[in-house]
């Protein structure tokens, strides 16, 4: 909301203080000021002039000669604007003046005649173009016929103003009008304002003569007021009416429309002007709308009503959608001469859906839906009579046809000083509540420190203590409110297991050289369905959709983490980025029911994508992509830092290389998968050889918590063996080392490869692999004969098992 | 004999000079001090001296001995010297070519500055508490006194899934489960961060996705004062001791009073910029005293406890701190943006 500093300061006493000043305190009572806006780069020495003549230049077609006198003479001006006319009164720039932008006037000679000034359009005074009154966008302004001849045309047109724009919570629709931001000025600076009762002749005739109102449904329209206004004269409004309505943002039209606009600003309150006599009835019916029913809207728009839209009807037509928009055929025009004014109050709900289902949100409208003071409804409509008596020379009929349901009582709230105190950490007494009350102007008994509030019906937003207590701290000062600890109950606080193991784990993987990634959780279908993890059995049910996604890019809920990690890897290497290396740590959802109508279980993930070059000396020509290896390295690694042992199985996951993938196993629970992407993924996306990993990050944490026992260091020497076995090259490390694990438990400690061969003199399709396996006992030394035994029995498992030889 | 004994000393020195290699001066050594040298050879002919003669031209021979040896000696220490001297010139490398990279990764900004939070209510006592991503509408908006109809309920603002399942809007719902597993008794000092999503079109100011942590604090006499010292403490160890707070009403559907934190702009100190739109202040969060509805649908008795509640956003207070003019940049991943925060 935009507030005129010039309306505001014949409200209340704001004097004494600059346009930041009071927006800073302001602020910090009540409102937020979302912007201060000084009058800046005004007009100098523009005045009003009255066009004496004014003729066709004798060598331009477009351009008038006119003679302007300016007061303390006649000054001759070329004008090219289409609607200057002899008699009119005109802003005049005389030589000197300065316009917006720093454009200076000098006298000058146009097409061969002497020109000393400009008559200049609003625009060129620098009001915006939008709040230009139409008649006036595309030529000079003119001023009543009646202004002062060498006046100041700044002043006149309230170009000097302050505006200060405010952002008024939900909360606070009081402040929605001009005097429920005078309360609340007057309050934050103690200062005094009371909003004026409006006053004017009404003649014997009542308006109950010539309409009655009917409501149908109270809930939806508890209140319904019509005036009737004759006599009306159309016409333009008055130079300082136009100019509040400009200064608040509001394109001045005629004067009924303006006056009811001007009311809208000053009081809050919507209302809205019929043709009585294109009315078509004497009745005003309120009602739901027919499913199906049609009203051509001002706009000029037929629009289609459902049954939880209110109408305004003539008893049989609708006239107008209640609160949101007027009707056409009732539309007040140039020869209008009757009004039916309406004062009402519509439920906000009634009002929301109505401007939500045709998409008319207006300055109206959003009053309605925020709340109006049940008392200033009526009054709103009297103001707006004394104002068409002043200014359109209107005649007001006696009284309001109306029908009332609303509630007008105040409601009463209790506090204590204590409570109030023991709330905000104060020392307040009884006295200062009193004063605050005072300022607020609320009325309130008080016995015994306890305080009955008796709260204005302006301020509808309070209805509890915790709302009195806000209107007391504010007033009271949020700054003065002392800076305290709480002295609640101690806790230790700190983290838990798993958030310290996810941060461990971020630790390790940036140390291994992994940088962490926020990606989306909403992606597309196909992303969201794709590289599952076998054990999350994902695919069962498919990836949640969201009811009424932005785009089909943020459309469903991953299922995999790993789609938008390379995706990221996509816009990297698209960006010249060779080398990538990214984990993230996040959640994926896992729907357990097919319809998608429970809580999905979230599953936290580690997953990770490296491509280009792990090692990359350049000068040493030393370089090595990276591979299967490097990236089971790492997994490793985080097995080891976690105190787990994985093993790996040769497995398939959607999209990922049939003969590169390994399922992740820990203690008999998959846990993951890693492995190359597929190559037709690759291409399709444009990436690199890139490998991956994603493991359950919640299993691995619940295994993590079963292992906490210490393994004592061993005392005894172990002793060391190599031996290298030939076997079928589809035979993999993996089953032959748990062979030897399984057939010489429990001396045997480790067992690692050292050795892969293939190729010259091995027999084709054979392989050999060498490794090194530790034998160990905790409690004595070993002897030679035992660590024999053992390794026999280990050859003959892996012969009989794998067809694994010794090779010579 | 003593004139060979001299003769030899001459003879074995001028060798010791004129060697080259330590090679060389190990013959040298063998050639004149070895078991079958000279030396040796004239000291085995000492029986035919006389008696008076036989120790003097013993101590001659030693004496000889000793300086040949001598002489050896330093002759092998001043060649070593010079073959290392060698040796380090040969050894010699260009220190300023690069070394072999060790890859190193860093943590995305919004972790750090998440994880920065976290410990700072960590050391005040806060616990940190998680919940599900997709929620339920009741934990949402219901239990926040937010009910169905409720106009700061913007149905356009929220990913709805079904109409009683939804992508969270904020990390609120967080706090309602706390409360609600405490039988309204025991006290609540915790802290939530996570992801929430809107249902926003992305650009410059605007994400589906972004992060939040919200806070709260319940328990008998609760004051809206300890509030104020919890946020300064938190604001002065998050922006610098120099900074100070303001408290502003504002309002959330689940806090009354409710009010908005600025901090005083670090870019001018107050007098106005560009930075703070010329109000010398600048907003960080949205704080408050929880409201009385929200505590009794936890089941907490509203007249017995009270608590404050707050609630900021990473992603706002790392474009504040870096200068960060686009928060796509938090969910592009480019690279080259990510690495300039990996330093600690
Ligand atoms: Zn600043």
């Given amino acids: ?808 | 004999m003593k004139e060979r004994l001299q003769e030899l000393e001459t003879e074995a020195l001028g060798k010791v000079e004129k060697s080259g290699t330590i090679d060389e001066l190990k013959q040298v050594r063998v050639e004149y001090l070895g078991k079958k040298g000279p030396i040796t050879e004239v000291l085995r002919g000492m029986g035919k001296l006389s008696k008076e003669e036989r120790p003097v031209i013993g101590q001659l021979a030693n004496d000889v001995r000793e300086k040949i040896s001598d002489a050896i000696d330093e002759k092998q220490t001043k060649l070593e010297d010079e073959a290392l001297e060698e040796q380090l010139k040969e050894e010699s490398i260009d220190v300023t070519l690069p070394g072999r990279p060790v890859q190193v990764g860093g943590p995305h900004l919004l972790t750090s500055i998440i994880e920065e939070i976290e410990d700072l209510f960590l050391g005040m006592g806060f616990e940190i508490k998680e919940g599900p991503e997709v929620e339920t509408d009741y934990y949402n908006f219901e239990a926040l006194n937010l009910p169905k109809g409720h106009p700061a309920r913007d149905m356009q603002d929220t990913f709805y899934i079904t109409e009683e399942l939804l992508m969270r809007t904020h990390t609120s719902p967080v706090q309602a489960r706390t409360m609600g597993q405490k039988n309204g008794t025991e006290p609540v000092k915790m802290i939530c961060p996570g992801k929430v999503y809107r249902r926003d079109t992305d650009d410059a100011t605007h994400s589906h996705q972004f992060t939040q942590i919200e806070g709260l604090l319940v328990d008998e006499n609760v004051r809206m004062s300890d509030l104020k010292g919890v946020l300064q403490t938190f604001a002065q160890k998050m922006f610098g001791a120099e900074r100070e707070i303001r408290l502003r009403p504002s309002f959330f559907p689940f806090t009354e009073p409710s009010v908005e934190m600025d901090i005083s702009c670090k870019m001018c100190g107050g007098e106005g910029c560009s930075v703070c739109k010329g109000t010398g202040w600048i907003e960080i969060l949205g704080a408050g005293m929880v409201h009385p509805n929200v505590l009794e649908m936890a089941g907490y008795d509203s007249e017995k406890y009270s608590g404050f509640a707050f609630g900021m956003g990473p992603e706002r207070i790392a474009m504040l701190k870096h200068g960060i003019d686009d928060i796509r940049h938090f969910y592009t991943n480019d690279v080259r943006f990510l690495s300039q925060y990996h330093k600690a």
């Fill in chain 1, 1 to 808: 909301m935009l507030i005129s500093l010039n309306w505001l300061k014949e409200l209340v006493d704001i004097s004494g203080l600059t346009t930041n000043e009071l927006a800073e305190i302001i602020t910090k009572t009540g409102i937020e000021v979302d912007g201060v806006y000084e009058p800046e780069d005004l007009p100098k020495n523009v005045v009003v002039g009255n066009v004496l003549s004014c003729e066709q230049h004798p060598n331009a077609d477009k351009l008038s000669l006119c003679q302007v006198d300016v007061g303390e003479e006649t000054l001759q001006i070329v004008c090219g604007a289409p609607n200057i006319r002899a008699g009119q009164k005109v802003a005049v720039a005389v030589p000197g003046a300065v316009l917006p932008g720093g454009f200076k006037i000098k006298k000058t000679k146009l097409r061969g005649e002497e020109s000393s000034g400009m008559v200049c359009s609003l625009q060129e005074l620098g009001v915006k173009e939008e709040d230009v009154p139409e008649a006036f966008v595309d030529g000079i302004f003119v001023f009543p016929e009646e202004t002062e001849v060498g006046a100041d045309a700044v002043q006149l047109l309230n170009l000097d103003d302050s505006i200060i724009e405010l952002d008024v919570t939900p909360n606070r629709a009081d402040a929605l009008s001009m005097a429920g931001v005078a309360y609340e000025t007057a309050a934050a600076l103690d200062r005094s304002y009371e909003l004026e009762t409006p006053s004017y002749e009404e003649v014997k005739e009542k308006a109950t003569d010539h309409v009655s109102v009917k409501i149908e449904d109270a809930e939806a329209n508890p209140y319904y007021g019509a005036f009737v206004i004759k006599d009306v004269e159309v016409k333009e409004s008055p130079l300082w009416l136009k100019n509040r309505l400009m200064a608040a943002g509001t394109r001045p039209i005629n004067n009924v429309v303006d006056i009811t606009n001007y009311v809208l600003l000053e009081y809050g309150q919507p209302l809205h002007a019929f043709d009585l006599d294109r009315f078509g009835s004497d009745k005003v019916v309120t009602r739901f709308a027919e499913e199906g029913e049609e009203i051509r809207t001002l706009d000029d728009k037929v629009r289609t009503l459902s049954s939880n839209h209110l109408v305004i009807t003539n008893g049989e037509k609708a006239h107008a959608i209640a609160g949101v928009m007027g009707g056409a055929d009732s539309e007040v025009q140039e020869d209008t001469t009757t009004i039916l004014l309406e004062a009402a109050y519509f439920s906000p709900r009634v009002v929301r859906e109505g401007a939500k289902d045709h998409e008319l949100r207006s300055e109206a409208s959003v009053r309605f839906e925020k709340g109006l003071d049940v008392n200033r409804v009526a009054q709103a409509g009297e103001r707006a009579c004394e104002l068409f008596e002043n200014y359109a020379g209107a005649t007001i009929l006696k009284g309001v046809a109306e029908e009332d349901h609303l509630d007008r009582e105040e409601k009463e709230v209790r506090m204590e000083t204590e409570q109030l105190n023991n709330r905000l950490g104060t020392d307040m007494s009884t006295d200062e509540v009193k004063d605050i009350l005072r300022r607020l102007q609320f009325g309130y008994e008080e016995k015994k420190d306890v305080f009955d509030v008796q709260v204005p019906t302006r301020r509808f937003d309070i209805t509890i203590f915790e709302d009195m207590l806000e209107e007391v701290a504010r007033i009271y000062g949020y700054d003065r409110l002392p800076y305290t600890l709480p002295n609640s109950s101690q806790q230790a606080g700190g983290l838990t297991q798993a958030q310290h193991l996810k941060r461990e784990v971020k630790t390790y993987l940036e140390g291994a050289g992994l940088s962490e990634t926020i990606t989306y959780s909403l992606t597309d279908k196909t992303a969201a369905e794709q590289m599952i993890s076998p054990e999350l059995k994902g695919e069962a049910n498919g990836a949640i959709r969201l009811a009424m996604p932005m785009s089909e890019d943020h459309s469903h809920l991953r299922l995999s983490m790993l789609p938008e990690l390379l995706r990221t890897h996509r816009y990297n290497t698209a960006r010249q980025q060779q080398n990538l290396a990214y984990y993230e740590l996040g959640k994926v959802f896992i729907s357990e029911d097919e319809a998608h109508q429970e809580q999905p279980k979230e599953v936290v993930r580690a997953a990770g994508a490296v491509s280009g070059n792990w090692v990359s000396h350049l000068w040493q020509q030393e370089k090595k992509e990276v591979d299967f290896y490097v990236v089971k390295g790492i997994v490793e690694g985080l097995a080891e830092r976690m105190g787990l042992t994985f093993t790996y199985v040769k497995g398939e996951v959607n999209g990922m290389h049939p003969g590169r993938t390994a399922i992740v196993h820990c203690e008999g629970e998959t846990v993951g998968f890693m492995g190359q992407v597929h190559p037709r993924y690759q291409k399709d996306w444009d990436l690199k050889e890139t490998y991956v990993f994603d493991l359950n990050m919640d299993l691995l944490l619940e295994l993590y918590e079963k292992e906490e026992t210490f393994a004592k260091i061993p005392k005894y020497p172990s002793v060391s063996r190599d031996i290298a076995l030939v076997v079928e090259e589809e035979v993999s490390a993996g089953d032959i080392e748990a062979t030897i694990r399984e057939a010489g438990a429990p001396l045997i400690k480790q067992v690692k490869v050292f050795d892969v061969y293939q190729g010259e003199h091995m027999e084709s399709g054979k392989k050999s692999l060498a490794f090194n396996l530790l034998y160990l006992d905790p409690e004595r030394t070993l002897k030679d004969k035992e660590v024999e035994e053992a390794h026999k029995s280990i050859l003959e498992a892996v012969a009989s098992k794998h067809g694994a030889s010794l090779r010579e």
